[in-house]
Nanobody
Framework: QVQLVESGGGLVQAGGSLRLSCAASGRTFSPYAMGWFRQAPGKERKFVASIRWSGGSTYYADSVKGRFTISRDNAKNTVYLQMDSLKPEDTAVYYC???????????WGQGTQVTVSS
């Protein structure tokens, strides 16, 4: 049983920055990976970034590579998404997810809205 609580979304101008946080609670936390996905209006959910919990290897969608940085704090059971140089096309609901006991993401947060204005 894992619960995810997201925070940090909001409204920002193009070129600005936001930092999303996702805190996990439940059992002793040692998942395979945590990640971020996003869904824009009228679009399907897309992968944004992920991080292996033990080794810290990171993976990014091409659309955000060089602008977004995923990180983790093992002591706080928390994953972050630092978003820099934001563009209007980054506007979406961002979802935190965890692969608790395997490679598939099986727990999801409630989502947090990110809106980037021109």
């Amino acid at each position: 049983q894992v619960q995810l609580v997201e925070s940090g979304g909001g409204l920002v101008q193009a070129g600005g920055s936001l930092r999303l946080s996702c805190a996990a609670s439940g059992r002793t936390f040692s998942p395979y990976a945590m990640g971020w996905f996003r869904q824009a209006p009228g679009k399907e959910r897309k992968f944004v970034a992920s991080i292996r919990w033990s080794g810290g290897s990171t993976y990014y969608a091409d659309s955000v590579k060089g602008r977004f940085t995923i990180s983790r704090d093992n002591a706080k059971n928390t994953v972050y998404l630092q978003m820099d140089s934001l563009k209007p096309e980054d506007t979406a609901v961002y979802y935190c997810a965890v692969a608790s006991r395997g490679v598939n993401f099986n727990y999801w947060g409630q989502g947090t809205q990110v809106t980037v204005s021109s």
